[in-house]
């Protein structure tokens, strides 16, 4: 497809559980970042990859967080032990690296920890 | 001082009316700006690129102030349509090894009928 694209785009897991969220960036761009949003709030930095470089994870809130960019194109963000606190909304963005027109989002994982 | 900071608001505002929102950054040598725009439940868009000289999207005005490290949003005639959430977006100086984007929290905007 043409834009980002998230999946699943509902998650609903019960506490202590791992769940994978994925995201497929627009073919081409070079930089992918993972955000959190939790209701009504704003966008909480996780990690970021570009190319090849090491990816900045300084926005991941424990060790139970973490993600891997396969290929530079798809990435994960697995979370272990999820915890209620876990609950929001996961966005991936991606763009051309310093890309004029910013960052294209996808529509985001909702997930709810029960 | 922040990378990037917002007026979380909410502006509450009536319709028609003209709003303004500010956004300062800390990184003087930052090259690029944006304003983008969440609605509810949705993944934020963007709504326009900032130029150094300024530009003007029908009813929308961003502005940069490069001295005082500042961009603002300028909403004139405002509609129901426009309430949302504007985010200010940071682009980091060419040749910065740390070239991340950097989003600010947001101004929740309600329009009021």
């Known amino acids: 497809g043409a834009g980002v694209s998230q999946s699943p785009s509902n998650k609903v897991t019960e506490k202590g559980k791992d769940v994978e969220l994925r995201c497929d960036p627009i073919?081409?761009?070079?930089?992918l970042y993972w955000y959190r949003q939790s209701l009504g709030q704003g966008l909480e930095f996780l990690i970021y990859?570009?190319?090849?470089?090491?990816?900045?994870k300084s926005g991941l809130p424990s060790d139970r967080f973490s993600a891997e960019r396969t290929g530079g194109s798809v990435s994960t963000l697995t979370i272990q032990r999820t915890q209620q606190e876990d609950s929001a909304v996961y966005l991936c963005?991606?763009?051309?690296?310093?890309?004029?027109?910013?960052?294209?989002f996808g529509q985001g994982t909702r997930l709810t920890v029960v | 001082r922040k990378e990037v900071e917002q007026d979380p608001g909410p502006f509450n505002v009536p319709e028609g009316a003209t709003v303004a929102f500010n956004c300062t950054y800390s990184n003087s040598a930052s090259q690029s700006f944006f304003w983008y725009r969440q609605d509810c439940r949705k993944e934020p868009k963007l709504l326009m690129s900032v130029y150094s000289s300024g530009n003007e999207d029908g009813r929308f005005t961003a502005q940069l102030n490069r001295a005082s490290q500042y961009i603002s949003l300028l909403i004139r005639d405002s509609k129901l349509s426009d309430s949302a959430t504007y985010l200010c977006?940071?682009?980091?100086?060419?040749?910065?090894?740390?070239?991340?984007?950097?989003f600010g929290k947001g101004t929740r905007l309600h329009i009021l009928p």
């Open positions: 977006v940071v682009n980091p100086p060419l040749g910065n090894r740390d070239d991340k984007i950097i």
């Open positions: 990859f570009q190319g090849n470089s090491a990816p900045d």
């Open positions: 073919s081409g761009h070079t930089a």
């Open positions: 963005a991606s763009s051309l690296g310093k890309d004029p027109r910013g960052a294209f």
